[in-house]
Nanobody
Framework: QVQLVESGGGSVQAGDSLRLSCAAS????????LGWFRQAPGKEREFVAA????????YYADSVKGRFTVSRDNAKITVYLQMNSLKLEDTAVYYC????????????WGQGTQVTVSS
């Protein structure tokens, strides 16, 4: 089992920045893909960004490319999502995920953290 605990969500204004953190524990060695999904009210859950735990390769949704950056700290077993130039449409619950490899469907999900962007 892998446990994922997100933190760092909150309410900001459009154009502001926010950094989410995801602390992983448990059988983390079995997972190489760490990522973020989000779900806005009334919408389906969507992929945001992902990073390979071993090689550091990253992958982003077109909607956040150039504004969001996913990174990892191997020593802390933590994944981050730096969100800059936030837009109203970035408002959602953000979930941290763990997959066997980068690009695979998530095997584990965190509990989610709310990000609200207002004008």
């Amino acid at each position: 089992q892998v446990q994922l605990v997100e933190s760092g969500g909150g309410s900001v204004q459009a154009g502001d920045s926010l950094r989410l953190s995801c602390a992983a524990s448990g059988r983390t060695f079995s997972m190489d893909g760490l990522g973020w999904f989000r779900q806005a009210p009334g919408k389906e859950r969507e992929f945001v960004a992902a990073i390979s735990w071993s090689g550091g390769s990253t992958y982003y949704a077109d909607s956040v490319k150039g504004r969001f950056t996913v990174s990892r700290d191997n020593a802390k077993i933590t994944v981050y999502l730096q969100m800059n130039s936030l837009k109203l449409e970035d408002t959602a619950v953000y979930y941290c995920t763990a997959s066997k490899y980068l690009g695979a469907s998530p095997d584990y999900w965190g509990q989610g953290t709310q990000v609200t962007v207002s004008s």
